[in-house]
């Protein structure tokens, strides 16, 4: 009886963890870093009947306090680019979204063009006059 | 006896000589203020002042006596020389009916913006109605819908078009039925012609003319009950043919319920030959007793069931859901519409102006004058009476939803009861009292009173007059129900023909509404939205940010505003600026879950100029890019 317990058991956390990986795999098709400090992440989010295309969302990540300011240039497995320059706040992120005939990123490419210190901090010592 | 006569004779003259003033200064006044409460009554502001000079002289004309002693004694004359066999008037009805389908198709209404005719149409391409839909009590109007669709469907036809069709249709019906239950009326020719004007000139007869909403047949089913209920008060075995009428109806469609106290006075008036008791329970006492509890029962439904006493947020899912008007609106005055605020009350008068026959309104106004001439306790003022009562209280409680100028259909169906109502007092009070004098007088005037009246119809199939005529409602609908008005007006606007006018009335538009402004205040932020697009389709970006900046002012929460915004400071080359609050507008709209692709699009627009500009292109190069994304918007 209690074997028959444990293979339940098991079986209930193997299917959880199945389901939640599926999950995740339906959130975030798959992640780059074009650079250092960045994160790329995209996923499909559906199919234009009208235009014939695949809508894709993409995502770029500030994981520093520093500012980036690059240009990137993204490719799809039906040979499509994608060209822009994006700024990144310190921590921030920048969503972007286009159509393309390919369902799949297969590469991206980034060209630094700016590092910036990250904002000083507020001084609070003393009291902000009214 | 026959200085009684004479008295009477001189107090009928002078009160429809008195009513005709009335008139003529209603709609000779009103066609001065086209944006004003007279919406029912001023149909005359948007015409030519030629055409309006030419409509109140006709108007002044037929209503003189010494003329309309002529034309209407002469008709008189023709028309009881004829003698039709029975299968003669059949055929000649019909003809009737028959030209009348082609007039009112011919003639149909220009707009589909009267009524919910797209919101109509899309659901009806959305939904195949069937046979297990007419039994389904949460559905309102599933017989009006399962007919037009099956018509679509057996004849090829689009949805609309069959609308428009059985519109038609309905209005040769609505002749045929009519103009033989007038030719059936014991009375004379002259009486008769009196109603038969009240007929043809009640402004709910716009619903024949092509009207693409689900009113026509209940209103014409409603027509048909009406006449079974005259028949059934002189003799005829009609009640049978009423409950059918009344099944049919309610399923055509819901607001044919209220003709129910009608037809339980018809039943128990028909019952009380075969059993006493019954008797007792159409005493006038009893019934008003039983009107006062049906009031009562309702106004507790209205508190307790439908909780429409109170609006809390004043959306459309909460107007939907509570039905009725509250007895307090958060909004500020003057977009305080409420069940008892002046601007309803007026705007119910208008409706009852609009589509009540004039000829309708002049036999009340008689009424109210010779009140002691009306029998009020006879079956058949008592039936009408209780039609009329329910409609029009119907029509002072309830929400209308598109505004009560747009909703003129739905509040329509209470004219068919006063229609009849005014025949049956008609009836009392002139039948075989009046001299061809009288005659002439009360029937010149009553055509002098229809022929204003429908000049209605005449703006129906004219562009140029609806889209005024919206600029003018949607006005007044600003300054009192408020909600919709805006679409009212854009829709107005929108049928000028040149742009550079549209703009420039668009701007005196909204300057004249500043001052009744809410902030913020959303109807306001639609037009400035409007004007932004108008002025981003002529290129003039920097007049069109300022409009969608204004309308942003109004409406924090509008994406398309937000989005125009980036699209012009794209175009203005403010690369950067653009980028930013696409992104803040991203954040905030497709997190956590992407609800607009287009802000994802947009942004990826924004960020590929800004690396054109980076990477050192060329001026040209980019305003091909530019120019590339303002036609295509991608």
């Given amino acids: ?130 | 006896m026959e200085s009684v006569n004479e008295q009477f004779s001189h107090q009928l003259h002078r009160s429809v000589l008195i009513f005709l003033g009335v008139v003529i200064a209603l709609y000779g006044i009103s066609s001065f203020f086209p944006n004003s409460f007279l919406w029912g009554v001023n149909h005359l502001a948007f015409l030519s002042p030629v055409h309006r000079l030419i409509m109140l002289t006709a108007a002044i004309t037929l209503g003189v006596l010494p003329i309309s002693r002529r034309y209407l004694g002469a008709l008189d004359r023709w028309l009881s020389s004829r003698s039709l066999t029975r299968m003669e008037v059949y055929i000649v009805l019909f003809v009737i009916g028959v030209i009348g389908t082609f007039i009112c198709y011919r003639f149909r209404i220009i707009t589909d913006l009267y009524g919910d005719s797209r919101t109509l149409l899309s659901l009806l391409s959305g939904k195949v109605y069937a046979i297990p839909d007419l039994f389904n009590p949460k559905d309102t109007e599933p017989l009006t819908r399962y007919i037009h669709q099956m018509a679509a469907n057996v004849f090829h036809i689009d949805q609309k078009v069959a609308y428009e069709i059985i519109s038609a249709i309905g209005g040769g019906l609505f002749l045929l039925f009519y103009l033989l239950f007038v030719l059936r009326l014991e009375g004379s020719v002259s009486w008769k012609i009196l109603l038969v004007i009240l007929g043809l000139s009640g402004g709910a007869n716009q619903l024949f003319f092509g009207h693409v909403e689900d009113y026509t047949l209940v209103y014409v089913c409603s027509i048909l009950f009406l006449i079974a209920g005259w028949q059934l008060f002189e003799g005829n075995a009609t009640l049978g043919t009423m409950i059918v009428l009344f099944v049919v109806g309610v399923r055509l469609h819901v607001q044919m319920v209220l003709l129910a106290p009608a037809l339980l006075y018809a039943v128990l008036h028909h019952r009380r030959r075969l059993s006493p008791k019954f008797e007792r329970w159409i005493e006038p006492k009893r019934l008003f007793a039983g009107v006062a509890l049906s009031v009562v029962c309702a106004t507790l439904a209205y508190f307790f069931y439908f909780h429409a006493d109170r609006y809390l947020v004043n959306d459309q899912a909460e107007r939907f859901q509570k039905v009725f008007l509250p007895l307090v609106n958060p909004l500020p005055p003057p977009h305080y519409y409420t069940l008892f605020s002046i601007g309803h009350l007026s705007d119910v008068a208008q409706e009852f102006l609009l589509t009540v026959s004039p000829v309708a309104i002049m036999v009340l106004w008689l009424v109210i004058k010779f009140y002691r001439r009306v029998d009020w306790r006879q079956p058949r003022i008592m039936f009408f009476g209780l039609a009329v009562f329910y409609f029009q209280l119907f029509n002072l409680t309830v929400n209308p939803l598109l505004t009560m100028e747009r909703d003129w259909d739905m509040l329509s169906l209470a004219a068919a009861p006063a229609m009849f109502l005014a025949i049956a007092l008609s009836h009392q009070l002139f039948e075989k009292k009046l001299s061809s004098a009288e005659w002439a007088t009360t029937t010149g005037v009553a055509l002098a009173g229809a022929v204003l009246s429908c000049t209605i119809f005449y703006l129906n199939t004219t562009e140029q007059c609806v889209g005024s005529r919206f600029l003018g409602i949607g006005k007044w609908a600003f300054r009192s129900y408020y909600q919709g008005s805006s679409y009212l007006i854009n829709v107005g606007e929108g049928m000028i023909s040149d742009k550079d006018e549209q703009i420039a009335r668009g701007d005196k538009t909204i300057r004249e509404l500043l001052p009744d402004a809410s902030m913020p205040d959303f109807e306001l932020a639609n037009l400035y939205h409007k004007m932004g697009n108008l002025l981003y389709a002529r290129k003039q970006f920097i007049r069109a940010s300022y409009y969608y900046g204004k309308g942003l002012d109004n409406d924090q929460s509008s994406a398309t505003a937000t989005k125009a915004i980036v699209r012009i400071a794209l175009q203005l080359r403010q690369f950067d600026d653009a980028s930013r609050i696409i992104s803040y507008y991203n954040e905030s709209a497709n997190q956590p879950t992407v609800i607009d692709f287009d802000g994802l699009a947009l942004a990826q627009r924004c960020n590929y100029f800004r690396y054109l500009q980076s990477i050192g292109t060329d001026s040209a190069s980019i305003q091909k890019e530019l120019d590339h994304f303002y036609e295509t918007g991608q």
């Fill in chain 1, 1 to 130: 009886m209690r074997i028959l317990n444990i293979f339940i058991l098991s079986v209930i956390i193997i299917l959880g963890a199945l389901n939640k990986a599926e999950g995740q795999a339906q959130q975030s098709n798959a992640s780059f870093q074009p650079l250092p400090g960045t994160t790329f992440r995209w996923r499909l989010l559906g199919f234009d009947e009208e235009k014939k295309k695949y809508q894709v969302e993409m995502v770029f990540l500030n994981t520093t306090d520093s500012i980036f300011v690059f240009n990137y240039v993204i490719g799809t497995n039906r040979a499509e680019e994608l060209l822009g320059r994006v700024t990144l706040r310190p921590r921030g992120q920048s969503m972007f979204g286009w159509l393309f005939s390919g369902n799949r990123i297969t590469n991206i490419g980034a060209t630094m063009v700016d590092i910036q210190a990250p904002p000083k901090k507020l001084q609070r010592s003393e009291p902000m006059q009214q």
